[in-house]
């Protein structure tokens, strides 16, 4: 393989390579970070809400966040830069992108429906500026093997 793309309909950005992760600033690493922070919260919450408290909720908030941040840390791309170069489990960029925008999406349902609509609306514009802001990275992801 050349490292050229096989798709002539769509090409990396010009100057860029596919196979040369963009660049990722500290501010596009720690403000992600506190999103994926939020998500994370607002699935555990849920489980917290579903439980109905107590024990039982803290159970299922314990299992719906372990079992989100498992999702979240055992795949990842190689070289992606916002992550562990080496992934435990390697995937292609786009299962990486459905996995983050599953987790993200289940936590901007959880806070909607379970505290707060304005809340759940705050933390997807966040998410979109970052997402709008970082577009290099989501487009290497989908042209990463």
Known sequence: MTGESTNPTMAPPAGQSEAVPPRQ???MLA???LLELVAFGGIGLAGWQIGDGGL???VLASTFVL?????WGLFS????????????IAVRGWMRLMIEFAI????AWSVWV??????????????????LV????????????
Not at 77 to 88: A, L, S
Not at 104 to 107: I, S
Not at 117 to 123: I, P, V
Not at 134 to 143: I, Q, T
Request: charge should be neutral; avoid cysteine.
């Open 25 to 27: 600033t500290a501010i």
């Open 31 to 33: 403000v992600p970070f």
């Open 56 to 58: 039982p909720g803290g």
């Open 67 to 71: 079992a989100s941040a498992a999702l």
């Open 77 to 88: 791309v190689h070289d992606d830069p916002t992550r562990n170069p080496t992934p435990v």
């Open 104 to 107: 993200f999406g289940l936590a």
């Open 114 to 131: 379970f505290a707060s609509r304005a809340a759940s609306e705050t933390f997807l514009t966040a998410l979109g500026i970052v997402t």
């Open 134 to 145: 970082g577009w290099d990275r989501h487009w290497w992801m989908l042209w990463h093997r």
